[in-house]
């Protein structure tokens, strides 16, 4: 069985730079794609964007300009970068498996970050 | 950038009710949707993909139809354990969530 875990801060300063891993046990990483998706509080749903195990990327266009998503084949593991943060990034962050015409099944339990100074 | 519009926000229903939400694309995106439950807490669960096919372990109560532009997400006979906050989601290319429906007890 898939298992995906998120870890990271879950504090972030106005300005700084959030960062994300999400570990992969259960499975391999290679030839799937990987997603991040966030849920502001008290809001729906938002997608992030998504990683193949080769590297390729694609992102919300909304988010583009301060987003990398990367992949560590040799730890299991993704990551998000998301750049010069403001109090509209807190959300519970949630790591998936899927992408290019591939729904999500497997999720992580998702980690609250929080940016305030 | 493809917009997914949902209805209703919110949909006030008793257990045994038939139970439809509304997903609409703002452009065809043939079958590339997937319906999921959404509670507190919890990572969104996946009921429906390819617009109707049902996820494996998924209760025959769901069911998922439509393609192009229009989709539907029917419960047929609403449980206790429905209540909550369902999204749909395009996943080509490039992804995009409804807004989500709420299902509350009437």
């Known amino acids: 069985q898939v298992q995906l875990e998120e870890s990271g801060p879950g504090l972030v300063k106005p300005s700084e730079t959030l960062s994300l891993t999400c570990t992969v046990s259960?499975?391999?990483?290679?030839?799937?794609?990987w997603s991040w998706i966030r849920q502001p509080p008290g809001k729906g749903l938002e997608w992030i964007g998504y990683?193949?195990?080769?590297?390729?990327?694609n992102y919300n266009s909304s988010l583009k300009s301060r987003v990398t998503i990367s992949v560590d084949l040799s730890k299991n593991q993704f990551s998000l970068n998301l750049t010069s943060v403001s109090a509209a990034d807190t959300a519970v962050y949630y790591c998936?498996?899927?992408?290019?015409?591939?729904?999500?099944?497997?999720w992580g339990q998702g980690t609250l970050v929080t940016v305030s100074s | 950038d493809i917009q997914m519009t949902q209805s209703p926000s919110t949909l006030s229903a008793s257990v045994g009710d038939r139970v439809t939400i509304t997903c609409r694309a703002s452009q065809s995106i043939s079958i590339w949707l997937a319906w999921y439950q959404k509670k507190p807490g919890k990572a969104p669960y996946l009921l429906v993909y390819g617009a109707s096919s049902l996820e494996s372990g998924v209760p025959s109560r769901f069911s998922g139809s439509g393609s192009g532009t229009d989709f539907t997400l029917t419960i047929s006979s609403l449980q206790p354990d429905d209540f909550a906050t369902y999204y749909c989601l395009h996943y080509s290319t490039y992804w995009a969530f409804g807004q989500g429906t709420k299902v509350e007890i009437k």
């Open positions: 998936a498996r899927g992408g290019n015409a591939a729904a999500p099944h497997y």
């Open positions: 990683i193949y195990s080769n590297g390729n990327t």
């Open positions: 259960g499975g391999s990483i290679s030839s799937y794609y």
